[in-house]
């Protein structure tokens, strides 16, 4: 399979089955890059299987492709521990509210992390905690070594969107 050696992106569209989705897997464990709905990322079958575990550690690049189905808030803590190398995310939640949870685990999880967004469908009454300032705070506290040139930082909220860019 030398064109997987050459891909290193993959989209798992509706479509795809779940068998389909691990032959292909292991056919090309070089896979990098991440599009995938939403539905086939919670579903257990997927995320739990043992057998795609190593190829989750060396995704560096996930979006998430809405399909009536959002990330829940208690999925993040998950989230980042399967896919531990990310250093983009793209997802869509429901509320801001779960915003805040998958992005606080990125914060305290995601080491190599420098860029997400996170598409929301009901804003809240809640004040936006994600300032400029917490972002560099926050990671200075959990990364200490891990350098981040504050002038590079950037956090928006439009207020369908949360996006997030630390370099």
Sequence with gaps: MEICSIYSAVNLLYKMN???????????????????????????KFIDNPSLLPIFKRIKTIVSIPDNIYIPSSFSSKFVERFPSLCQVGLQVFSFDNCVFIIDECLNHLKNWSRIKI????????????????IIEKRRETFPNNIIDEQMVIVKNNGEAVEIRLA
């Design 18 to 44: 779940i068998m389909t989705i691990f032959c292909y897997f292991r056919a090309c464990p070089n896979i990098t890059n991440l599009c995938i709905i939403t539905r086939l990322l919670v579903l257990s």
């Design 119 to 134: 598409h929301y469908y009901q804003d809240t009454l809640l004040d936006d905690p994600f300032s400029r300032d917490y």
